[in-house]
DNA sequence: TGCTAGATAGACAAACTGTCTATACAATTC
DNA sequence: GAATTGTATAGACAGTTTGTCTATCTAGCA
């Protein structure tokens, strides 16, 4: 058994078959990520993806899914440790940032998958959405921020902006400063 | 000739692939955009879709390509027609929202393409950000705005910002609130 | 030792691709 | 009116990819 449930330079298997799928799209973009093309890249054989996902779609989703339950995981732990909603807030986008900067463009992939596809994220959405607008409604009331703005909305279009840093960040190569400057943006939005 | 460069119901054959494909792309994701799914669904024949394009790649392109160029010309006289910075900026973001929540998530599909087609994109994306850059610079000149955000990178989050709100006017249907709150929300920041 | 799970290999029909040739038809030109 | 041109259409073609078989190999485990 060359690489079951082990590890092979450190990664699962399915992990290295997820690295390469985004590898993949980064370069050649959606419609050049095949499962042949998937399994030359992860240097295992085509027939051993299909232990794994059953088409290439699948691969796709499963990377923007495992990514995103990793990054609310951390954003849990992140938001918790800060005190007060202001400096949760911040810390919020800070990490958002840093994390969706280092995964590449991965975040915002969403567009390109099926509708059904999309659904399956919606979960993820809901989750981080609700931690930020339960921030901005705290916040609000404690007088830390302005309270005049819709905080539903204000929670999702912040939601994009985040979702979005992260190519500001592959564009600049700059994860602090795309931070700072969109601490300010938010913070300055609510405050 | 049944509709060499004349129209079907107003429509050229060229935007007519070009909607099928986009049509395609949201039920199925970029996978399931193939020439024969296209040509079927634009109710022409697959051979006509290579008199057009060259590659379904080339499609997806030319209909981001198309949508980009159309929005730059109107957010030039959008932005002519409006006195003053914060007017300016105002009106670029409320119709920055309206332009892409009509259009689907047509502004966000970039991701999706190779790498060699993302950068056919780029001289859009730098004139868009140029005009914001130009509005919040003149702005805080004049001190209409706050000056202590890094310019370039303040212009960079609201471009991605306006970019990824079509989605939300998608999610909600109501491109007037999603405006409204993204003015409150970008004015709020450089103001 | 034998059993089992997972990786691998080869084969297969189906679908899609890009290209070719040929035909049909409308508009333009002579 | 006849010839020409431009575009849509139709059928055929080899090459590639897909998803699904069946079968074999190998490492770990009982």
Chains 1, 2 share one sequence.
Do not use: C
């Amino acid at each position: 058994m060359k690489d079951a449930t082990g590890s092979l330079d450190g990664l699962t298997l399915r992990q290295r078959i997820i690295a390469a799928a985004l590898s993949l799209i980064a370069e050649r973009g959606m419609a050049g990520v095949t499962m042949s093309a998937v399994a030359g890249d992860a240097g295992v054989a085509r027939q051993t993806l299909y232990n794994h996902f059953p088409d290439v779609e699948s691969i796709v989703l499963a990377a923007t899914a495992e990514h995103a339950a990793e990054a609310w995981d951390q954003l849990q732990r992140v938001v918790a440790a800060a005190a007060g909603s202001r400096a949760k807030l911040e810390q919020l986008v800070r990490h958002a940032v840093a994390a969706s900067g280092h995964g590449g463009h991965a975040g915002s992939l969403e567009a390109g998958l099926s509708a059904e596809a999309q659904e399956k994220l919606l979960d993820h959405t809901r989750k981080t959405r609700g931690a930020i607008a339960e921030i901005l409604e705290y916040g609000a009331a404690e007088g830390a921020f302005r309270s005049d703005l819709d905080v539903e909305m204000a929670a999702m279009l912040i939601q994009y902006l985040l979702g979005s840093a992260g190519a500001a960040v592959g564009e600049t190569g700059d994860v602090a400063r795309v931070a700072t400057e969109a601490v300010k943006v938010v913070l300055g939005a609510v405050d």
